[in-house]
Each structure stands twice: as structure tokens, then as C-alpha cells.
């Protein structure tokens, strides 16, 4: 036999060893980045437009590609489809966008006779509601508007215009004022309290229903509606229900006062029409010359009935169908509601196309894994590089010294040599399987929460059982005021629009041509309650309650008491002045507590500030400052709310176990000149929606079912988001040193097999509970796989040595 050279041998394995040392040397970090198609979109676009140099730039080159930002919410899938908290933005725009088009399309067909004229919502009211949606949500929405197509706005604020004529364009666009550098911000960092609100009707460059210009991707969706025949298959008609009450304790009638008004869309579950939805999402593209800012918008639709107040006048639709002799009312969209977002504030999957990112995605697959590693997309990180994750596979294993998994932000800041020699996966062995289990045992996993078995409560029985069950204790509904944000954010802005127009509004003010001041209207925040319950399925039912005389009728005479409070019944959304009720509201708990804190100390609120651009003229020649710039508002901020513990609300409205989140709306006092209590705005959200953490936690956290998790000691506990309020929404996946054992594609052990196991071990059955563990990780080591191939030839090389010496 042929003698091998030992020598040759002992190099390798040493050159082996050095080739980590060598490779430093040779290579910086970055250097192995290939350019990819997130630096195009950083280059094309992020970089080379920017608020100076956007005013030159085309059409064409301001909008990106519509597939960059991919799983943007539809309405008819809200329900069924779990949205993660990297979309959580995006939906909370979307019901925003459709609640204004509620609320719009509602008080434009309610208030559309000729003596509602005055009352309908005017100047103030317009500028006020979008503030109001962009103070009360700092980290969700940048931007708002109410913009209405050419021809179609009847002004109820230009004094010198007959009210029978529209005026050529009005929109109301509102946006987030970078005041980093304003006068007396000496932190320099922005407070995300000032809003810059424009008539875009007015000024240079206001027709943006023209196809050239720049900055309207909104627009198109469903403006111009010129073909009737549409109108069917792109509007529904809503009906609501509303019980009003004149004198407090009694309502005017007993029944229900049913409105029929027209609004956006509402979709079939199967339908998959993006055209058919009631809100739809524009491109990113760059809102020049306002915001300055790359933004993706929200736009829902407004209707109205068309002709009002003439049937002959100069009306868009009357010019396209001269040739109808008989004048039919219509309904047409007649504007739409915007919500904007900031573009880098939007989270992509940077991981390969798969059931948890169905494409088309412009980023899909720009992650920097491993091939025995799978990618993982990690939430919150916006427009940035680095979002993900890489776990082993399965069958694979970290090597013993590293914690997986691997984050894709230290990847991407490797060097060449880091990269090529980390973050992979070693190949496991011997793995075994799930016993098959007999399916006849069947058990059921009980939900008792405090002793109360809540599905045992309904609203038939919910009169007869004690007070007591109808309660659950506050830490049943931990983590409310994080998933529920939103809808919490919901009443925050009604506070902030009450806030904002009682604070400033005075009903007789009057500034030349325009016609301020006015009044809130009841039917306005009936709207108001009634659009919050009917854009957000999660909203069961909202209110608003005014403090004792308060509230002013149109005649300036005060009501006692004023609480529009609108619910969901059976799918349709109806509402009733709580005033009307028996018992005041205004000695309810909930209520006193919210007073008690806020009667006499009103320190605590913040400043926010509304700039007003106004139209100079009727025709909109120039946009021009309000006479109050800016105008100030003091009101509260999301954490100055408070969430109820979940209670079982037993009215015969809502009838279903609920959490409640409450927050005070303030008015101007002219005479002790200082702001003061004037009510509270409350939501109702369903306690089956909040999602529980059974996973260990620390002592003071306020959490039921902490702890309750079954993991293993060889696995680590984590909460699986999109679980209704049910036990085993969680996962156990091995600690370090601990491999996952069983060869079933998986890489960890769900909660609900676990909780499943649990009980029929408890009941002495058949269980698989005791397998449901991780293993100590058999004896793989981060060498280098090669350098250890070249081992094992040494040591064998060595060994025939020995025998054929
Ligand atoms: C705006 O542009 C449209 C479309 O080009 C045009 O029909 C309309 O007259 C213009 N409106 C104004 C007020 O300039
Ligand atoms: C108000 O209530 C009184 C009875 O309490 C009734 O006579 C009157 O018509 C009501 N007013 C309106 C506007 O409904
Ligand atoms: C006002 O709305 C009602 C429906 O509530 C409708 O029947 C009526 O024609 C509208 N009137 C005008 C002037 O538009
Ligand atoms: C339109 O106006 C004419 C004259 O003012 C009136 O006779 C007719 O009833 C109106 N039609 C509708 C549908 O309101
Ligand atoms: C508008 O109303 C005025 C009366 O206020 C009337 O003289 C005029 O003819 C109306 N114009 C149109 C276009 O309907
Ligand atoms: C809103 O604007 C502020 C200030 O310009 C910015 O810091 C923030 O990221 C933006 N947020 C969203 C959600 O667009
Ligand atoms: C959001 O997160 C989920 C779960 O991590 C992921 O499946 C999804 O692809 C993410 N979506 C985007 C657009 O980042």
C-alpha cells in the first residue's frame, strides 16, 4: 500500500485553521453586499427626491411601484384574516379613512334639505375633524383630508355666495408639521403636535383633479363618477337607527327613527375586486410642496345625493346626460377621504415569497439567510434593512455556543469572513416521531376565567345572575391598551375634535367673507358615534357624554343632558341619546371615576397646535392664514384614557362581555377663562378580540394567565399573535443547548398539542404530554464542517500508518 504523506495532510488542517485569520485580513465589513433592489428604491427614490428639488421632478418619477408595499388590508378580509402588528397601522388608517366617509356621506344626505343648509358641518368643523385625526395619532397617521371633486361642494361659510352654488374645488388636507426647528421647541425634536391644515382648492397648482397633476393618486380611484350605471355595483345602502330624547329621562318616541344613506362599498366575503373595496391604498409617492414626505395613503369614498338644493344647475352629472328629460336624484361619489402615512414607516418582508408573504413583492427574498436556515420576518423596523430573522430548519441545530436565532441586522452588518463562516445551521440526527395517538379520547380544554365561565353568560340569563359574574377581574384583560391602540385612538380623536371646537369655536364669530363660528349639531355626533361603530368591527359601541348643560341646542338654549351613544345590533348600527334613559349617566361609576380626575385639575393636558391656510376669495385665488394662526387647543393624550376591566355590559344593546376606554373632552370657561371639564367619549371593545400571554412573567405583571403556559422546562415560552381570547396561543421553543427531536417539518412544540396533552394526562388517559420536551443537543460544535472532514481523514490517515508500519 502507498504511504500517505503526512505532512501534506498536517498543512491542510492548519491552513485550515488559519483561513478565518486570513480572510479578516482581506475583507471589510459590507463588502460583500451585493446591490439589491432596496438600495434602487433608497437611490431612485428616498434620496434623489426631497422637498426642493420635487417641484422639477415628473409625475412618473414621485410614484414608486405598486408592489413594494405588499398585504395591505381589505376590507372584506378584516375579519377572517389575521393581521399582524406590522399592518396594525395600515388597518387603523384604513378604518379611519372609512369612518370619515361614513360620517361625510351620512351628514351630507341627512342635512340635505335646503333649511339644514346653515348646519351642516362648515369651516371649522372640516379643519377641526382632520386635526383631530392626526394629533390623536402620533404613530399612526401623518395625514388627513376631505377632498371633494370639482363642482360639488356647496360652501355653507362663504358669505357672499348664494347657497345654491358650488364652488370649483375644496379639499381640506391636513399634515404632521415637522416643527423640530420651530421657535420655543428647545428639545429640537418634533412633539408630533402641530398640524398645517390647507384648502388645496386654492392657491397655485390647486386643480388636482386634473390628470397632470402631481400629488392626487387619491383621485382617480373613484373620482370623476360620471356613469350611473355603476353607481349599483360601487355603493351599498346603509341603514341606522336613531332614538333621540328632548327632555331628559324620557325619548321622543319608542322606536327607532330609521335613516337610509348611501356610502362606500360593502364587499361580499369572496369578493376579490380590489375596485369593489371601500377603501383603497394609493402607491407611495411624494407629497410635494406639503408634507414633503414619501406617503402612502388610505382613500375611501363620499356620497351624496346629486342635485341638491336646484335640479337645473351647472352639475357635473346633469352635463353628461342632457339627453334624460326626467331629473332623477343620483347618488355619486362626490369626494374622498384620505389618510397618509408616512412611506419608511411601513414594515416590508424581506424574507422569499411563502404563505406568510404571498407575493407579487418587489423586496421578497433580499434577506440575507442561510441555506439550512429559514427566514423570519421581524415587525416594527419600517423601511429598513435587516428585519428578519434565520432559524434552523428543521433537523438543523445552532451550533452549541450561539442562542438562536440569527438577527438579520447583525447579518447584514458581517464581514465577508463573519458571514462565511457564521450564522448556518449544523445538521441533526436521529430524529424521532410523534406517537400516533387513538383519536377516541377526546377531551375539551375548559376556559374558566377567575371562576366565572364567561361562555356560560348571555343575554338572556345575564338579568338573573349575580352582579358579581358579570365582572372579571382587571388583570383578565391585560394587554388591552396595546391591542386595542387603535380603537382606544378612535375615542382619543373624538376628544380631540370636541376639544378643539369647544375650546375655540365661538357661534357668533364671523372673518369677513367667511362665515365662522356655529354650533355642533346633535346630528353631527350622532354621525359621529355611528361612523366610529360602523368603520371598525371592533368598536361593539361608542359614545359621547356631555357634562349636565353643557351641550347647546342651535337656538342657544342648553340641554340638561346629551349622550349620543351608538351600538351594533345584528349587523346594523343604531344609537340613542343616553339622556333619554331612566338613570342619569352621569351618576354611572364609570363616569364619576373619569370626573373625579378631571374636574378640578386639568394641568396635565398638552398643548396641540391647528395652522389654518384659508381660500382668499371664492374662486380660490390664493391660500391665505386664518385670522387665529395657529390655533391652540389643550386635550388629552392616549395614556390619560383609562381601559375598564372586562364586564359583561347587560343593556340590551351591546349584551356581550366588553372592555371600556374612556377619555374626557374640555371647554373653553370665557368667563373664569380656563378650560374645563365637558364630558367624556367612550369605546367599547369585545373582550373575545384580546389576545392572552400565557407565557412566563414577572411578579408585578398583571396577568391572569401568566404562567399557565405548559412549556417545558427545556423550552421557552412565546405568545403566537391572531389567537382569539382562548387558552394555547402560544409555542415552546428549545432553549439553548436543547434541540427540537421530532422530525415533523416543525421547529418548535405549540401550546395548544401542549394544552391538549396536559388535560388528558390529568384525566389519566392515553397522553403525549411527557414527549412534548426538547433534547440536550447531541455533541456538534461550531468547527468549521471542513476542517473536521480533514480531521477525520488525519486521524484514519495516521491509523492505516500505524498498521501497514
Ligand atoms: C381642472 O382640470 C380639469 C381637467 O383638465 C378641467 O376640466 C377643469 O376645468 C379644471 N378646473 C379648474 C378650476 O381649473
Ligand atoms: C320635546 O318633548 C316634548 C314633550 O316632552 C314634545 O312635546 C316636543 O314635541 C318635543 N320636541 C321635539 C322637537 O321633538
Ligand atoms: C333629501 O334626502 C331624502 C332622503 O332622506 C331624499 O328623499 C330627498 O330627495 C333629498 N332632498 C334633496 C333636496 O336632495
Ligand atoms: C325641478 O325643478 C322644477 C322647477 O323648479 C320643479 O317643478 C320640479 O319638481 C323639480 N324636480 C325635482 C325632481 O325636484
Ligand atoms: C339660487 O337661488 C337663488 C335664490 O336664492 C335663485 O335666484 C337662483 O336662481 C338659484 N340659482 C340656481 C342656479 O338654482
Ligand atoms: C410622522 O411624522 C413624524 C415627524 O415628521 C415622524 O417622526 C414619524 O415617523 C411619522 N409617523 C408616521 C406614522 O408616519
Ligand atoms: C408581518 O408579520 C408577519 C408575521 O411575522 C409576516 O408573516 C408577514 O409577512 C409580515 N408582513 C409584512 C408586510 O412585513
Not at 317 to 322: D, I, S, V
Not at 600 to 608: G, H, M, Q, R, V
Request: with cysteine.
Amino acid at each position: 500500500m502507498k504511504k500517505i504523506k503526512t505532512t501534506t495532510v498536517l498543512f491542510n488542517l492548519f491552513y485550515c485553521m488559519l483561513l478565518k485569520e486570513e480572510l479578516v485580513v482581506a475583507d471589510g465589513v459590507f463588502t460583500w453586499l451585493q446591490r439589491d433592489r432596496y438600495d434602487e428604491i433608497v437611490e431612485k427614490y428616498i434620496n434623489a427626491i426631497k422637498g426642493h428639488n420635487c417641484a422639477s421632478r415628473s409625475k412618473a418619477d414621485m410614484m414608486m411601484r405598486d408592489d413594494i408595499v405588499t398585504q395591505i388590508p381589505k376590507a372584506n378580509e378584516l375579519l377572517s384574516k389575521v393581521f399582524y402588528s406590522n399592518r396594525s397601522a395600515l388597518v387603523h388608517m384604513h378604518n379611519m379613512a372609512l369612518n370619515r366617509a361614513f360620517f361625510m356621506s351620512y351628514i351630507l344626505q341627512r342635512m340635505n334639505s335646503t333649511e339644514d343648509y346653515s348646519i351642516q358641518p362648515n369651516l371649522h368643523y372640516l379643519y377641526m375633524s382632520v386635526t383631530a385625526d392626526i394629533n390623536a395619532n402620533p404613530y399612526a397617521i401623518n395625514g388627513s383630508s376631505i377632498i371633494f371633486d370639482k363642482d360639488v361642494y356647496y360652501p355653507n361659510w362663504l358669505t357672499n355666495l348664494d347657497f345654491n352654488k358650488t364652488i370649483p374645488l375644496f379639499g381640506v388636507k391636513g399634515w404632521r408639521k415637522d416643527n423640530t426647528f420651530a421657535q420655543g421647541n428647545f428639545i429640537r425634536e418634533p412633539n408630533r403636535r402641530v398640524v398645517q391644515v390647507k384648502d388645496i382648492g386654492a392657491g397655485n397648482n390647486k386643480n388636482y383633479t386634473n390628470e397632470r397633476h402631481k400629488m392626487n393618486p387619491w383621485y382617480q380611484f373613484w373620482l370623476p363618477d360620471l356613469d350611473k350605471h355603476e353607481d349599483k355595483s360601487n355603493k351599498f345602502t346603509y341603514s341606522i337607527g336613531i332614538r333621540y330624547s328632548n327632555v331628559t329621562g324620557k325619548f321622543i318616541k319608542e322606536e327607532f327613527d330609521v335613516f337610509n344613506f348611501f356610502g362606500p362599498n360593502l364587499p361580499s366575503q369572496n369578493e376579490k375586486d380590489n375596485g369593489k373595496m371601500p377603501v383603497r391604498f394609493t402607491v407611495p409617492y411624494f407629497d410635494c410642496g406639503k408634507s414633503n414626505k414619501w406617503v402612502v395613503s388610505a382613500v375611501s369614498p363620499i356620497v351624496d345625493f346629486f342635485p341638491r338644493y336646484s335640479n337645473y344647475t351647472h352639475m357635473r352629472r346633469q352635463r353628461f346626460m342632457m339627453h334624460v328629460v326626467s331629473f332623477d336624484f343620483h347618488e355619486p361619489f362626490v369626494g374622498v377621504a384620505v389618510m397618509d402615512i408616512h412611506f419608511t414607516k411601513i414594515d416590508f418582508n424581506a424574507c422569499g415569497i411563502s404563505p406568510g408573504n404571498p407575493g407579487p413583492s418587489y423586496l421578497a427574498g433580499i434577506a440575507r439567510c442561510k441555506s439550512n436556515t429559514g427566514c423570519k420576518h421581524l415587525s416594527g423596523k419600517g423601511y429598513k434593512r435587516g428585519g428578519y430573522i434565520c432559524h434552523c430548519k428543521n433537523k438543523y441545530v445552532y451550533p452549541m455556543d450561539i442562542q438562536g436565532p440569527y438577527n438579520g441586522k447583525l447579518i447584514e452588518q458581517a464581514t465577508n469572513a463573519e458571514y462565511a463562516n457564521s450564522f448556518g445551521c449544523i445538521r441533526g440526527d436521529h430524529y424521532r416521531v410523534l406517537p400516533i395517538v387513538d383519536q377516541k379520547a377526546h377531551v375539551t380544554v375548559e376556559f374558566r376565567v377567575a371562576n366565572i365561565n364567561k361562555v356560560s353568560i348571555n343575554k338572556n340569563n345575564c338579568n338573573s345572575v349575580p352582579a358579581s359574574s358579570l365582572h372579571l377581574p382587571g388583570d383578565a384583560a391585560y394587554d388591552v391598551e396595546n391591542q386595542f391602540k387603535s380603537q382606544g385612538s378612535t375615542a382619543l380623536r373624538l376628544s380631540h375634535f370636541l376639544s378643539l371646537f369647544l375650546e375655540n369655536i365661538q357661534a357668533t364669530d364671523n372673518f369677513g367673507n367667511l362665515r365662522g363660528g356655529g354650533r355642533l349639531h346633535q346630528d353631527h355626533l350622532f354621525g359621529e358615534v355611528l361612523a366610529n361603530v360602523m368603520a371598525d368591527y371592533r368598536i361593539i359601541s361608542s359614545g359621547i357624554f356631555f357634562e349636565p348643560y353643557i351641550f347647546k341646542n342651535q337656538d342657544g338654549t342648553s340641554k340638561e343632558l346629551f349622550g349620543p351613544y351608538a351600538f351594533k345590533s345584528e349587523g346594523v348600527a343604531k344609537a340613542i341619546d343616553m339622556a333619554g334613559l331612566p338613570r342619569k349617566y352621569i351618576f354611572e361609576n364609570w363616569y364619576q371615576n373619569i370626573k373625579e380626575r378631571w374636574k378640578t385639575n386639568t394641568a396635565k393636558l398638552e398643548k396641540y397646535k391647528m395652522n389654518q391656510l384659508v381660500r382668499s376669495d371664492v374662486k380660490g385665488t390664493s391660500a391665505v392664514k386664518f385670522e387665529y394662526y395657529p390655533i391652540a387647543y389643550f386635550a388629552p393624550k392616549y395614556d390619560d384614557g383609562m381601559w375598564s376591566n372586562p364586564k359583561f355590559k347587560c343593556d340590551r344593546m351591546v349584551d356581550n362581555w366588553v372592555m371600556t376606554y374612556s377619555i374626557p373632552f374640555f371647554q373653553r370657561d370665557y368667563v373664569a377663562k380656563k378650560n374645563i371639564f365637558a364630558g367624556v367619549v367612550t369605546v367599547d371593545v369585545p373582550l373575545d378580540n384580546l389576545e392572552i400571554n400565557q407565557c412566563p412573567q414577572s411578579f408585578n405583571v398583571a396577568n391572569a394567565f401568566k404562567n399557565t403556559a405548559r412549556c417545558h422546562i427545556s423550552t421557552e415560552c412565546r405568545k403566537i399573535p391572531g389567537y382569539k381570547y382562548s387558552r394555547g396561543a402560544y409555542r415552546c421553543d428549545c432553549k439553548q443547548g436543547y434541540e427540537y427531536q421530532f422530525a415533523d417539518g416543525k421547529t418548535f412544540i405549540e401550546g395548544s398539542l401542549v394544552e391538549l396533552e396536559y388535560e388528558k394526562k390529568v384525566r389519566g388517559l392515553f397522553s403525549r404530554f411527557d414527549s412534548l420536551v426538547c433534547r440536550v443537543q447531541g455533541g456538534a460544535t461550531t468547527i468549521n464542517s471542513n476542517c473536521i472532514s480533514i480531521l477525520k481523514v488525519v486521524i484514519v490517515a495516521l491509523m492505516i500508518q500505524r498498521f501497514t508500519e
